[in-house]
């Protein structure tokens, strides 16, 4: 629910592709039409584990990324899974924890998030569940609670809860055309270049610009 509200939102999502929540949240990253990127803990010639092959798969041809600290061939050993997370935090604004043991290398990821300067949030969970010690224990540290991808929002990207009725105007006559354009439903980049009659440069500039003023957001596909 969180990785596909947040993905809705053009939040991407960054995990480990293992089974169980990492898997589920690129799933769901997907299925929102959204961004996601899957750090390894081996090298990038394979997807392990093998029965996510098929996600790994899918994040490639949707345009997300597969990414590794390991030459090719290197499979995965116990340790680089630890060595991973702090890849995994590292690219992140912000660290969910789902589910963790008193005792889990989930609390590791957190630690490296502390480190790096990230946010931490935690689903709390019930206090008799073994899964959800590592939960409360960080819980009771200071970590954020989180119910719902608004409470993520509120804290990493709070312009993204903000209700646009319509698009902002640009900076320039080229800004402003760009956007009419887009308001009709034109998103192919060779295309609106060509109705805009302007050279590759002139348009790559003022997308540039339009996008660190935040009135756009490129996507996979020359979107």
Do not use: W
């Amino acid at each position: 629910m969180l990785a596909y509200d947040l993905a809705k939102k053009g939040v991407p999502i960054i995990s480990g592709l293992a089974l169980g929540i990492d898997g589920i949240a690129h799933q769901a990253a997907l299925e929102a039409g959204g961004n996601t990127i899957a750090v390894l803990a081996n090298s990038v010639d394979q997807i392990y584990p093998r029965t996510n092959q098929g996600i790994g798969e899918n994040i490639l041809a949707s345009g997300g990324v597969i990414l590794s600290e390991y030459e090719p061939p290197t499979d995965a050993r116990d340790f680089q899974f630890l060595e991973r997370n702090r890849i995994v935090s590292g690219l992140s604004d912000a660290v969910i924890i789902i589910e963790a043991a008193k005792r889990s290398g989930t609390l590791a990821t957190a630690t490296h998030a502390l480190a790096q300067g990230r946010d931490v949030f935690v689903v709390p969970g019930n206090i008799t569940s073994p899964l959800s010690a590592g939960c409360n224990a960080l819980l009771k540290q200071g970590a954020m609670p989180v119910t719902c991808a608004q409470d993520i929002l509120e804290v990493i990207a709070p312009q993204l809860l903000e209700t646009q009725t319509s698009l902002a105007l640009g900076g320039s006559p080229l800004e402003s055309a760009i956007i009419t354009h887009l308001q009709t439903g034109i998103r192919d980049g060779d295309e609106l270049c060509q109705l805009l009659d302007v050279t590759p440069a002139e348009f790559n500039q003022a997308l540039t610009m339009m996008e660190i003023d935040g009135i756009l957001r490129p996507l996979s596909g020359n979107q």
